[in-house]
């Protein structure tokens, strides 16, 4: 069986952990969330439709990247393409991903809120294995519907 070099390698693990993100954000897991990072991490997040930024430092902040979901019902983080450049012990990376936000109005009705993203990313190799030493949130557009609970179709 062929041996995979140091990049297929980094290129296996890094796409883990992306998905390792989705899962822990839309577990709302923040201990599992803020391990994915290195200890002094740059998280950087927007508002979407605005063009001001916050960016949380270190990993105790960090972890709370994902409590903004928390007005939610539940979200599901669809990542599809990534692409990587790896140097050595550091990487950099251009993530997509699908985040679909479904949210109970006042009214009580439901709502996805589907928001197509763009992760730019900086990789660090640690003890620990591949982490982001720093992650930038970058919204696309945001497309709004009416949901249905989970009920038969047929």
Not at 55 to 71: A, E, F, I
């Amino acid at each position: 069986m062929p041996q995979l070099d140091s990049v297929d390698s980094a290129r296996v693990a890094l796409r883990a952990l992306v998905d390792e993100y989705a899962l822990a954000s839309d577990t709302a897991d923040l201990e599992r969330f803020g391990s994915l990072f290195t200890l002094d991490a740059e998280f950087v997040l927007s508002t979407p439709g605005t063009a001001e930024t916050v960016t949380l430092r270190g990993r105790d902040q960090v972890k709370y990247g994902p409590s903004g979901n928390q007005m939610f019902e539940r979200t599901f983080h669809a990542v599809h393409n990534h692409v990587i450049a790896v140097d050595g012990d550091h990487a950099t990376g251009l993530t997509y991903c699908t985040a679909r936000h479904l949210l109970r109005k006042a009214d009580d009705s439901l709502e996805v809120i589907l928001a197509p993203i763009q992760y730019h990313d900086d990789y660090r190799l640690t003890d620990e294995g591949w982490k982001f030493s720093r992650r930038e949130l970058e919204w696309t557009w945001i497309e709004r519907r009416p949901a249905e609970p989970p009920a038969p179709w047929w």
